[in-house]
Structures are given as C-alpha cells and as structure tokens.
C-alpha cells in the first residue's frame, strides 16, 4: 500500500476540543476492534496509539461528539 503522501499522519484523528474522555468516555478505544485508540490521560483526549487500521470506522460513528475522524485512503474508497 502506498504510504508516501501521508507518512507523518495517522489515519484516525481526534479533536482535542470536541473529546470529552477527560469526562470519562472511552467508546471509540471500546468499539475499535484492533485496539490502535487509547486515551491519553494527560491531555484527556482520545489518540490512535498505534499506526494501524481497518477503517471499519465504528470509532467515528459511535463518538458520541463527532470527534473522531477516519481519514480513509483514496485507494480503499
Ligand atoms: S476505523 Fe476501525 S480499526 Fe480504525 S481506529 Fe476506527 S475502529 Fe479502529
Ligand atoms: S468516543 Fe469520542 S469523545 Fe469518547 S473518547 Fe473517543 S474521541 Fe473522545
């Protein structure tokens, strides 16, 4: 698969001012099936850990703030 035009991003992205895991959510780590979210405990928002995804997207469906966003590759579209 082709990785050159977004090498320095990862495919899920969550909006620091919309996540409210700082109020205890943790759907999208919940609902992702290759365990790639985690909460970061600093910061109180949700982050993809690890750099690997199905784009099922049930992570940017079940976000109950819309913070969530799959950023899926052209090619899978
Ligand atoms: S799209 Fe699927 S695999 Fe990727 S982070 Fe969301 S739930 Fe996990
Ligand atoms: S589901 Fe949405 S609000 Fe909840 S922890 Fe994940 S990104 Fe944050």
Not at 28 to 56: Q, R, S
């Amino acid at each position: 698969m082709p990785t050159a035009t977004q090498s320095n991003s990862v495919p899920v992205t969550v909006d620091s001012d919309k996540c409210i895991a700082h109020k205890g959510c943790t759907v999208c780590v919940e609902v992702c099936p290759l365990d790639v979210l985690a909460i970061d405990h600093v910061n109180g928002t949700a982050y993809m850990k690890f750099d690997e995804c199905w784009y099922c997207t049930p992570c940017e469906a079940d976000c109950p703030t819309g913070a969530v966003k799959v950023d899926i590759p052209y090619l899978l579209r």
